[in-house]
């Protein structure tokens, strides 16, 4: 069979490196080292006078062929390699050497077409079959039933360039013998016949034995026979084996409940009739499992972990760890010392020791955590509410307004010890909830949120001053309020209304990432239109941290009277800063808490506190704690036990972080740092 030929290097036959002389005596040389055009198929036949004849096999636009030519080091050539020349007529390239002397040679470029008509390969896809060729090249297919010969899908391979009849992939009927034509590219042909055969399989192999979720081994011994191992708290009454075996055969008995209290006699019979026979031995061996499966305390709610050979067990605040009882579930036929249902003492982590039934020793480091967070006060004086603000003013904690999962509110109420509350009054602004609650100047500020464009002070939380009803941020819901370098800061927000407070169904939702302050909160300056942070709102509470302003996560929700206003249309997970409320540089792209929108943050004990939220839509509540020191670094406090929600109200007070209320809650939680540092 021939090859074609992909490219032929013509070398010169003798070849000489003149270099430049230090005196600039320049080069002469201008050989023709090679010719080649990639991706084709060609013979290349030089003459004695150096002109070549190209031959290229198969179809191939010869006005559009891109040769590369190589020539001699520092010589030139036209036309130049790599470029698209017309080979319709012969084509004359020159050579110029380094010198300036030259020299030229022609290339004729003629189309060849292939004569090759070979099989190389023929077979019937999902099948057991063997193909035998006779001295004429005609096919003899024997497949082993049971196959349907009406229906069966060959995969014939010819000569490339070639073409076969009947296609390659068709169905073909192979009742009576088949003949296949294969046409080379210069038409010639040649015809050669398949004939099917069909044959019963002798085959009636073993090829694998399990018993799933049991066996400890299983060995299949040269003599054909099957020992499985299995550990003694196997009931080996009822076990199910899963046998593979030669295609076409059966077995008996066949793969279902089989008892193995005895060993058990298998036989396997092929197509043709023939059998084969294989025992089965089931042995009995101790265990080497020593695992603690479960570990639960009695009398109170928990979170159990474990990492590595380590137990830890998070418990309310409130428990009393110093003599608790224990349920423990240990591996089949295992034991364990302290037993199961013994009292414990856990202010310190416990040891306890597991021993598989082979006598494997397995050691196991119980801890039991108390959660930071404890519960003040489950029913205040106040109804469920998210959205809130939350802020220390004078002395006191204030709660500040809040959807009432229902309407929304301007109720204002404080405490002295944040356990305790007491109804103030109505205060004259409408109510709202994701609204910007600050305290700035040595008076409280309830700004925006809502939809609601003003601003409003208050010096006692008693009588509440309008400081502009006009401010030129206007209308947007849940904006992102800070104090920082003295000044009011409103940034983000969304944006579902027009000027006369509607809700627009037009142009849909609009998020913002502009940046205002004030120095009164009357007069706001726009200190830059669009931030380098995606625009967004949905973020509760803000960070400010050495003296920087940080924005962190938040997203987009649709608006209040489109059937998705509970949907997250986007929401984010990054962490930005800026020392200077214009310039924003990104701390962290990705954090490892996911993203989420309607989350409380603020600043505790030198760290950035990240609470419960919505994440991936409105109804993904979260009761998750992060913090972080620098905004890169978080950690979790991961056993929070208060109900997952979203839009908590969370502050600092008398040295502890206080979490009130949430979406459709009312208690009231708090951490103290030093407890928090004992779970860390």
Not at 43 to 51: E, Q
Not at 597 to 620: E, K, P, R
Request: proline share 5%.
């Amino acid at each position: 069979m021939n090859r074609f030929l992909l490219s032929i290097f013509i070398v010169a036959s003798s070849f000489t490196c003149i270099h430049c002389s230090s005196n600039g005596v320049q080069k002469n040389e201008k050989e023709l080292l090679s010719f080649t055009i990639p991706n084709r198929a060609i013979s290349v036949m030089p003459d004695a006078g150096g002109n070549l004849t190209v031959k290229i096999y198969g179809y191939a636009d010869i006005t559009r062929l891109v040769p590369i030519v190589i020539v001699s080091p520092s010589a030139r050539v036209s036309p130049s390699s790599g470029t698209t020349v017309d080979f319709t007529t012969p084509v004359t390239y020159i050579i110029t050497a380094q010198d300036g002397s030259s020299k030229t040679f022609t290339v004729t470029v003629e189309r060849s077409l292939s004569s090759e008509k070979e099989l190389l390969s023929f077979a019937i896809p999902n099948t057991m079959s063997n193909v035998a060729v006779d001295n004429d090249g005609n096919l003899t297919v024997i497949l082993y039933e049971p196959v349907a010969v009406t229906a069966l899908v060959p995969i014939v391979r010819v000569s490339p360039n070639a073409s076969v009849f009947p296609a390659s992939g068709a169905v073909i009927d192979f009742t009576d013998p088949v003949f296949y034509t294969i046409t080379a590219q210069d038409g010639s042909s040649t015809i050669f016949t398949v004939t099917i055969t069909l044959s019963l399989s002798s085959e009636k192999e073993l090829l694998s034995f399990a018993i799933p979720n049991n066996a400890s081994s299983v060995t299949i011994n040269n003599d054909g026979s099957v020992t499985v191992r299995v550990y003694e708290f196997i009931d080996v009454t009822k076990l199910v084996p899963v046998i593979t075996i030669s295609p076409g055969a059966s077995v008996i008995p066949t793969q279902t409940e089989v008892d193995f209290t005895n060993p058990v006699l298998y036989t396997i019979t092929a197509q043709d009739g023939s059998e084969t026979t294989f025992t089965v031995t089931v042995v009995k061996e101790l265990s080497r499992y020593n695992e603690i499966i479960n570990f639960t305390l009695d009398g109170t709610e928990q979170i159990f972990e474990r990492e590595g050979n380590d137990l830890f067990i998070y418990v309310p605040y409130e428990t009393d760890i110093t003599n608790i009882k224990t349920n423990i579930v240990i591996s089949d036929k295992a034991t364990i010392s302290p037993a199961s249902g013994t009292f414990s003492n856990f202010t310190n982590p416990q040891i306890y020791t597991v021993t598989a039934s082979d006598g494997a020793v397995k050691k196991i480091l119980v801890t039991v955590k108390k959660s930071p967070w404890k519960l003040m006060n489950p029913l205040p004086e106040f109804t469920p509410r998210d959205g809130a603000g939350l802020v220390e003013f004078k002395g006191k904690f204030w709660l500040l307004g809040g959807w009432k999962h229902g309407p929304v509110c301007s109720e204002v109420w404080n405490s002295n010890d944040g356990i305790n509350w007491v109804y103030v009054n109505d205060a004259p602004w409408e109510g709202r909830h994701g609204a910007g609650f600050v305290v700035f100047n040595d008076a409280m500020w309830v700004i925006g949120g809502d939809g609601i464009a003003d601003v409003w002070t208050s010096v006692d939380g008693i009588i509440w001053t309008l400081v502009t009803d006009d401010p030129p941020w206007g209308r947007r819901y849940a904006p992102y309020v800070a104090v920082f370098k003295n000044k009011l800061w409103l940034m983000g927000g969304i944006n579902w209304w027009d000027n006369g407070g509607n809700f627009r169904h037009d142009n849909g939702v609009q998020a913002h990432n502009d940046v205002w302050s004030s120095e009164d909160g009357e007069t706001w300056v726009l200190e830059n239109l669009n931030a380098t942070w995606t625009p967004r709102g949905l973020i509760h509470g803000y960070v400010v941290l050495n003296n920087e302003l940080y924005i962190i996560g938040g997203g987009i929700k649709g608006y209040a009277n489109d059937p998705n206003y509970s949907n997250t249309i986007t929401e984010y997970n990054d962490v930005w800063k800026t020392n200077d409320g214009i310039i924003w540089h990104r701390v962290l792209q990705n954090a490892p808490w996911k993203a989420r929108t309607h989350f409380s943050i603020t600043t505790y004990c030198g760290n950035i506190i990240v609470s419960d939220g919505s994440i991936g839509d409105q109804a993904g509540l979260s009761n998750e704690t992060w913090y972080s020191s620098d905004g890169r670094n978080w950690k979790q406090l991961k056993y929070s036990f208060w109900t997952k929600t979203h839009a908590s109200s969370i502050g600092v007070f008398n040295n502890r972080l206080w979490l009130v209320a949430g979406f459709a809650l009312r208690n009231i939680w708090s951490l103290d740092f030093s407890d928090l540092q004992s779970v860390d």
